[in-house]
């Protein structure tokens, strides 16, 4: 069993990399666990549980309590309103402090739940066991957090997981668009810390049809080692961890602006991460080779233009709103070269300017 190490000043625990390990979650949990597991709650969503849910809590072999509830799948799930009934139903179930609650799905779930944890009577366990390849990135160093009408992701805390159960199997059953999804966030950690890695990417990797499940294994080893190293040395985002958020301040202003689950967090972070790589060449003055990267994601699929359905000045707003601006500055993550990020600040008319540019043209008749 392949494994990844993350050691965040407040815990070290493991990334775990297997086919079928849904199907031994319950005897994982025995060998991570320090102290006596009362109950555990399995919160998964409407898609993942026809396919998963059975596997996770046949794990158990009747040992515990289990308790599950299954919310409605998408990123409108991250929200106030889902939170208050998952939160009823661990109350109602009796949840304590010994007990722990295992997310099972994507993005959504992980955040959803891992919030939860870190909430309930002030912080129980989790464990996370993604079921999607973008899940690899959120599910790793504990940031938790729901959505805000005013902006994604503003509500929520760090709290860590007892481990990360990683079932490279439920990656096949996916469909392509949520393996671009995902891609987009390991192709970021090639652009923030491994050029080598980058371009082992783009070598191996230039459609998603039959991709084999040693390479995927190898994919995520990689691209965990990158977030591993980030987080250890900055589990707070007071300072390198922010270099993660590559590409992230116009894909929340392109997703909050759609409407969240209109266009998946991948394909706008795709976007995100060409302009800000064309910015980068802007305000550095250099060469990044833009055009090759842009080709190479538009032969994997991916948009690399902001839909004109979308107004330039609502997204520049949204941008200021992000959590890395300072008192209505945009600060964004960019590149003085292809692994050497940092964050700086940008004027907004520079921002809108390279907005139009990067804008689809519209074509009537």
Do not use: C
Not at 235 to 258: D, K, Q
């Amino acid at each position: 069993m392949n494994h990844v190490l993350i050691e965040a000043k407040s815990k070290t625990y493991k990334v775990f990399i297997e086919t079928g390990l849904r199907s031994k979650i319950g005897e994982m949990m025995d060998l991570i666990m320090e102290s006596h597991v009362s109950s555990v709650l399995i919160i998964t969503d409407s898609s993942v549980a026809p396919l998963y849910l059975d596997d996770v809590v046949g794990s158990f072999h009747e040992k515990l309590p289990i308790y599950t509830t299954v919310i409605k799948s998408g990123e409108a799930s991250k929200s106030f309103e889902v939170y208050e009934e998952v939160m009823t139903k661990a109350l109602k179930s009796g949840l304590d402090r010994k007990s722990v609650i295992v997310a099972l799905g994507g993005g959504v779930v992980g955040d959803l739940a891992g919030f939860v944890a870190s909430t309930y009577m002030r912080g129980i366990r989790f464990v996370q066991v993604p079921t999607t390849l973008l899940a690899h990135d959120s599910s790793v160093g504990g940031k938790v957090a729901i959505n805000h009408p005013l902006g994604k992701n503003m509500v929520g805390s760090f709290h860590q997981p007892e481990a990360v159960f990683y079932d490279t199997e439920a990656l096949y059953s996916l469909p392509e668009k949520e393996w671009r999804s995902g891609f987009a966030e390991v192709i970021k950690h090639g652009f923030i810390r491994n050029h080598t890695f980058l371009n082992w990417l783009q070598e191996e990797v230039t459609s998603f049809e039959e991709l084999p499940v040693e390479l995927v294994n190898q994919m995520l080893e990689k691209s965990l080692a990158v977030k591993a190293n980030i987080v250890a040395e900055d589990e707070l985002e007071s300072g390198v961890r922010a270099y993660l958020n590559f590409g992230h301040t116009l894909a929340h202003a392109i997703e909050s602006e759609s409407g969240y689950g209109v266009v998946t967090h991948g394909e706008a972070v795709a976007i995100g991460m060409i302009f800000a790589l064309k910015l980068s060449e802007q305000v550095f003055e250099v060469d990044l080779d833009v055009k090759r990267y842009e080709e190479w994601f538009k032969q994997l699929g991916y948009k690399t233009k902001i839909s004109n359905q979308l107004q330039i000045s609502k997204l520049v707003t949204k941008m200021q709103n992000d959590k890395k601006a300072e008192a209505g500055t945009i600060r964004m993550v960019l590149l003085r070269k292809i692994e050497e990020a940092v964050l700086i600040e940008v004027p907004p008319n520079t921002i809108e300017q390279l907005l139009v540019e990067q804008m689809e043209v519209e074509i009537n008749g």
